[in-house]
Antibody, heavy 121, light 108 residues
Framework: EVQVVESGGGLVQPGGSLRLSCAVS????????MTWVRQAPGKGLEWVSG????????YYADSVKGRFTISSDTSKGTLYLQMNRLRAEDTAVYYC??????????????WGQGTTVTVSS | SYVLTQPPSVSVAPGKAAVITCEGN??????VHWYQQKPGQAPILVIY???DRASGIPERYLGSNSGNTATLTISRVEAGDEADYYC???????????FGGGTKLTVL
């Protein structure tokens, strides 16, 4: 079964750092692009970052560029999102998703259940 | 940056058709994807590349895209269709994924 499972969320102070992980099963990270999407409480979906096959393409939303870093470890079957200099507005549920194809950033056809990040003092 | 505009809410009686629009500048030349999200759950893909149904999605779900408007039509609406629906595109001009603001579908 194709599955993605996020972890690493939690409570962090403004200015702090957190690393999210997304463990995949049923497929290889070398075969598909991957995406992080977040959803603030009561709000809509917001794209955060994406990585295409073999890391050839890495993309960030303007709101996180320079603070967040996406990476993947194919051997471990894990996608990461390193989040630095966190702000209150980064508070959200963060979803990891598998893209349907290797080289495109959409569509996202498999989603995890999300991990919650709360940035507060 | 590219903007997708959806109506905040759509209400429909059971058995009727629900039409959810997604407006964007010349969206007809882009591929549009639609996601369904029920309360407390992760989104799921329902329509991709304008009109292809994702695995397990009923034939009642139809997508189209032309001009400045993409449309998700759900025929013979059921209570289980009640959810938030989001349209999404890839904006090659900015290399960004763009989501619409979402539409809450209420089944009366």
């Amino acid at each position: 079964e194709v599955q993605v499972v996020e972890s690493g969320g939690g409570l962090v102070q403004p200015g702090g750092s957190l690393r999210l992980s997304c463990a995949v099963s049923g497929f290889s990270l070398s075969d598909y692009a991957m995406t992080w999407v977040r959803q603030a409480p009561g709000k809509g979906l917001e794209w955060v970052s994406g990585i295409s096959g073999y890391g050839a393409g890495i993309y960030y939303a303007d709101s996180v560029k320079g603070r967040f870093t996406i990476s993947s470890d194919t051997s471990k079957g894990t996608l990461y999102l390193q989040m630095n200099r966190l702000r209150a507005e980064d508070t959200a549920v963060y979803y990891c998703s598998k893209n349907r194809v290797l080289w495109e950033m959409n569509p996202m056809d498999v989603w995890g259940q999300g991990t919650t990040v709360t940035v507060s003092s | 940056s590219y903007v997708l505009t959806q109506p905040p809410s759509v209400s429909v009686a059971p058995g009727k058709a629900a039409v959810i629009t997604c407006e964007g500048n010349n969206i007809g030349v882009k591929s549009v994807h639609w996601y369904q999200q029920k309360p407390g759950q992760a989104p799921i893909l329902v329509i991709y590349y304008d009109s292809d149904r994702a695995s397990g999605i009923p034939e009642r779900y139809l997508g189209s895209n032309s001009g400045n408007t993409a449309t998700l039509t759900i025929s013979r609406v059921e209570a289980g269709d009640e959810a938030d629906y989001y349209c999404q595109v890839w904006d090659s001009g900015s290399d960004h994924v763009v989501f619409g603001g979402g539409t809450k579908l209420t089944v009366l």
